[in-house]
């Protein structure tokens, strides 16, 4: 039977460090003032979200989101010793996307130099739960024979759109750049516990004003009503969020998306090498695994010092673990994910 199997990881995080002291100071072009901009400090967001420093790409207006998937992809073929040529599909993952359209999928397509029509692009709009989205699709389309190499992405440039002032403060602090990438491919094995044995995806549109960054309202004419010079007064450039609602959601999704992956999969943690939750808040994390009765020392996190990267932050996770000696081959790894629309889900792998 043919079984989908991760064949490689990658990740890649910008160099620049922000630690919550250097936050407080930053414009919206990430340049220090004498002042702080925004009213928060060091002890709140670790106490409330574990964050202590995130990753911002250089102010210099040249990176973009696609930049950030190219050297995460490269890796990750690499690692799975897989030709870029080869890849027949792509699946990306962002909310932070290059332009409006087309989708990053193909501008990745051109970087990596396999444009001319062999690489379908499908680009995802599932924010924190691309991931287990992104899986399920490259599991679905592998297993039937459509694709033989698909390369599921996950990247972030959220510092470009972040709220540098204290009107924005519960969302900035939380968010970082980065991008992750996986190579999957099939195999013909009996063995029904190896690679992708499960993944589950959920959503509840009555969340979807919860969590959003609009820009602008195509029913709207004119669709774009904001001064891009007068970002104070535009609160469509930047995301909005109802913290505590997204917070207990977040939770109970997590939660259970995980405890139905096992009944389904009739595993117990026993099987399960690793759980890697999705990283938008520490807090959250330690809830879920409290809730859900999984072994503490399974639980796999990056919040701290990369933040919130969305779409990337479960391939990242564990790739960081990988690189620590934890995280081996064949190890299974239990995912589950929460985001903005609301969706969510979960799903075991073996990497
Ligand atoms: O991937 C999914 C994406 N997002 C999430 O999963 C985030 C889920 N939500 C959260 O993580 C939490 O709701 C936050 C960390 C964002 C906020 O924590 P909270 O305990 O829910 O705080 P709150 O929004 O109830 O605000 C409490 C106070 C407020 O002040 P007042 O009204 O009590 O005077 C906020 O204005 O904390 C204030 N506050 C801050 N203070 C310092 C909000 N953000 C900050 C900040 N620094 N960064």
């Known amino acids: 039977m043919i ?15 922000v630690t919550n002291d250097e936050l407080r100071f930053l414009n919206e072009r990430h340049e220090r003032q004498a002042e702080p901009t925004i009213q928060t400090d060091d002890a709140w967001i670790q106490q409330r979200t574990g964050i202590r420093e995130r990753r911002y790409v250089a102010n210099d207006g040249q990176t973009s989101t696609s930049d950030l998937a190219l050297q995460a992809s490269q890796r990750a073929l690499a690692d799975a010793g897989v030709a870029a040529s080869e890849i027949d599909c792509i699946i990306f993952g962002s909310l932070s996307p290059d332009f409006h359209f087309p989708g990053t999928g ?26 287990v989205y992104g899986l399920q699709m490259a599991d679905a389309l592998i ?32 968010f970082g750049d980065g991008a992750s990438a996986m190579v999957l491919g ?25 969590l959003n960054l609009k820009i602008y309202e195509i029913k ?14 535009n609160k469509l450039m930047y995301p909005h969020m109802d913290g505590k609602r997204v917070f207990l959601n977040a939770i109970r ?69 990988r690189q620590q000696g934890k995280v081996k081959k064949g190890d299974r790894i239990l995912t589950s994910v929460f985001g903005s629309g609301f969706t969510w889900g979960a799903a075991i792998f073996q990497v």
């Open 220 to 233: 709207r004419l004119p669709y774009l009503d904001y001064d891009p010079k007068d970002r104070d007064n």
């Open 3 to 17: 079984r989908t199997q991760v064949l490689g990881i990658g990740s890649y995080v910008p160099d620049r460090i």
């Open 253 to 321: 999704g997590m939660v259970m998306s995980s405890q139905k992956a096992l009944a389904v999969t009739g595993m117990t943690w026993d099987d399960i090498t690793w759980f890697v939750p999705h990283q938008a808040n520490l807090r959250i994390n330690e809830k879920v695994v409290e809730f859900a009765k999984i072994p503490p020392e399974k639980a796999l996190n990056t919040i701290q010092f990369y933040g919130n990267t969305t779409a990337a932050t479960v391939p990242l996770t564990i790739d960081y673990w």
């Open 186 to 210: 099939p195999q013909d094995t009996d063995d029904a516990r190896s690679g992708v044995l499960y993944t589950a995806a959920y959503a509840d549109g009555s969340g979807a004003n919860d």
């Open 106 to 131: 193909v501008v990745l397509q051109q970087k990596l130099g396999i444009s001319g029509g062999n690489c379908a692009c499908y680009d995802i709009r599932q924010q924190c739960s691309s991931f």
């Open 143 to 174: 297993k039937t024979g459509v694709y033989k190499r698909v390369l599921l992405v996950g990247a972030e440039l959220h510092s470009h759109s972040l709220d540098f002032t204290t009107r924005g403060r519960d969302v900035t602090v939380l």
